[in-house]
């Protein structure tokens, strides 16, 4: 079941530009999707009209059923945030600026909160004034509020944007536990390609406001079988390949269709006059995938 539908969204700026061009998807729940594009592609026009900041010209977004555009508050009592920059109050403690954020909607729970900061791992510091955290310390504190009051999903924009090597990874495994051990449904929207391949589920890819991929990170694939052929003789192979229904990129990286065996295809390569010197599986990256969609006219 979908937990957030988006629905046939298009803006266009002011100045005339047209920051999404009729996008659609869908983000199932207890899932991870990971949101891509380049700079300026219209993620995070995509986030700003989920979180109902951002009004589209055509189309919704639907969470849990209820229309952002028609019921936000209804709506976005569903989700919880990261977005754009963390701004805290630099004055007041971790534990203080939670509860000046939680006091807007009329919502605290003591015992909720120590849960959560614990889950953060920010209990030493959450009586510290926000002044003397660290980048990594300040998006734990955003994820914190978040998770405040208990959402069922969360939309994360960059959220590991600035972060050294080792925040990352804390901050990854953090996310992968919110979904394994508490079912959170989560879309979150990154420029780091390895990051959203170890943690995400599907991926969705935009392209100059254009939807131009939906479907599983590749590492998550099941029914693709993908082969590297090494040959001199690439020609020759593309065409015993096209005889055959078989796939082959200018890398040679071979797609066997599911009618035949890999080992029936590399036969008929032989068979065919090819001088096979390697062939060995092959699995396909996400950083493949992406630049080769972002590549294409």
């Given at each position: 079941m979908a ?13 005339g530009?047209?920051a ?19 700079n300026g592609?219209?993620?995070s026009?995509?986030?700003g009209?989920t979180?109902?900041?951002?009004r589209p010209d055509?189309?919704?977004?639907r ?14 009592r ?6 754009e920059a ?13 509860r ?10 003591e015992?909720?909160?120590?849960r ?17 955290y ?9 994820l914190?509020?978040a998770?405040l ?12 944007d600035g972060?050294?090597?080792e ?13 394994k051990?508490?079912?959170?449904t989560?879309m979150?929207?990154?420029h ?5 391949e ?5 991926c969705?890819i935009?392209?100059?406001g254009?939807?131009v991929?939906?479907?599983p990170v ?6 693709r079988?993908?082969?590297?052929l090494e040959t ?5 192979a593309?065409?015993?390949m ?5 796939k082959?990129?200018?890398h ?10 890999p ?12 001088q096979v010197?390697?062939?060995?599986p092959?699995?396909?990256t996400?950083?493949e ?9």
């Amino acid at each position: 079941m979908a937990l957030l539908e988006v629905k046939h969204l298009t803006k266009r700026w002011p100045t005339g530009r047209l920051a999404l061009d009729d996008v659609s998807f869908e983000v199932k729940e207890g899932e991870i999707l990971g949101l891509l594009g380049h700079n300026g592609a219209g993620k995070s026009t995509i986030m700003g009209i989920t979180l109902g900041m951002v009004r589209p010209d055509q189309g919704e977004v639907r969470i849990g059923g209820r229309s952002v555009q028609k019921d936000r508050s209804t709506a976005l009592r569903q989700i919880g945030a990261i977005y754009e920059a963390a701004h805290f109050y630099d004055y007041l403690s971790g534990w203080q600026n939670l509860r000046v954020f939680c006091s807007l909607s009329g919502w605290w729970d003591e015992v909720e909160v120590k849960r959560v900061v614990q889950m953060v791992n920010l209990t030493r510091a959450i009586q510290q004034k926000t002044a003397t955290y660290s980048h990594g310390m300040r998006q734990r504190l955003a994820l914190a509020q978040a998770l405040l009051p208990q959402p069922k999903m969360l939309l994360l924009d960059e959220p590991t944007d600035g972060l050294d090597p080792e925040g990352i990874r804390e901050f990854r495994e953090l996310i992968l536990h919110l979904r394994k051990h508490h079912g959170l449904t989560i879309m979150l929207n990154s420029h780091l390609l390895g990051e959203v391949e170890q943690m995400c589920d599907r991926c969705v890819i935009i392209k100059d406001g254009k939807k131009v991929f939906e479907g599983p990170v590749p590492s998550q694939e099941k029914t693709r079988r993908m082969f590297q052929l090494e040959t001199n003789d690439m020609g020759l192979a593309r065409e015993v390949m096209e005889r055959t229904g078989a796939k082959m990129d200018k890398h040679g990286i071979v797609e066997v269709p599911l009618s035949m065996e890999p080992h029936e295809l590399v036969a008929a390569l032989v068979q065919g006059g090819v001088q096979v010197q390697s062939w060995q599986p092959h699995r396909r990256t996400l950083e493949e995938l992406y630049m080769g969609l972002s590549s294409k006219s």
